[in-house]
């Protein structure tokens, strides 16, 4: 309601401060790792960002929006479903498996995550590079599970779809390529706007300035 009422600027911000503390202060009500942590990624990280772009009218967000598509789209890495044409689709299916995250996905991953989980018992008689890769491979499914059932919820519900979150991580050429492509791919969306673009935009001025 205040994003629709308010234009951008300090008073729109004044407006939405309220649920950015709200989206920081969810996280606590949890007592698991778990689900502390993704709630903090969800809302304390992508979500405050998002407000904040919508602050000052830029971002994902929208305020004209219903309701519950603006909360789960503020609080959630979702997005209106787009459909694509349907040669495009088969012409480009590394880009289709890249959002998807099919049932099978997640089936898999609820499957060998217990198995992970009590492969720990016996962490003490392994070297160190298998209980790294045991901890990367836990990672990476728990991130299947959760971000496909979220996708799942959502798409049924809503009729919406999520931003793909990862691109086949383990076909990496280099660091950069994972870290800037492949992995984690909602928080450089995110950040390159709210914090990389002003910050080129201030450096751009000064420059100008002193020239």
């Excluded at 649920?19 to 990280?45: D, E, M, Q, Y």
């Excluded at 016996?122 to 491979?137: I, N, P, S």
């Excluded at 799942?152 to 950069?176: C, K, N, T, W």
Aim: glycine content about 6%; aromatic content about 12%; charged content about 15%.
């Amino acid at each position: 309601m205040a994003a629709a009422l308010i234009r951008p600027g300090a008073a729109r911000l004044a407006a939405l401060l309220p649920a950015v503390a709200l989206f920081c202060a969810i996280p606590f009500a949890f007592s698991t790792t778990t689900f502390r942590g993704s709630s903090a990624f969800f809302l304390c990280w992508l979500g405050t960002f998002k407000l904040l772009l919508l602050a000052a009218g830029r971002g994902p967000l929208d305020p004209s929006l219903s309701l519950p598509h603006f909360v789960f789209s503020a609080s959630l890495p979702v997005k209106f479903r787009q459909p694509a044409p349907a040669k495009s689709k088969d012409q480009d299916p590394a880009s289709a498996s890249a959002r998807g995250h099919g049932p099978a996905k997640i089936l898999v991953a609820g499957a060998v995550i217990p198995f992970i989980i009590y492969a720990y018992q016996f962490k003490d008689a392994m070297r160190r590079w298998q209980l790294v890769l045991l901890y990367t491979v836990h990672i990476y499914l728990s991130l299947e599970l959760l971000l496909g059932s979220v996708r799942a919820l959502i798409h049924g519900v809503l009729g919406m779809e999520m931003e793909p979150q990862v691109d086949r991580p383990y076909l990496a050429s280099s660091l950069r390529d994972f870290w800037g492509r492949r992995w984690n791919l909602m928080v450089p969306a995110i950040l390159r706007p709210s914090v990389h673009g002003p910050i080129l935009d201030v450096c751009y001025s000064l420059a100008i300035s002193f020239s």
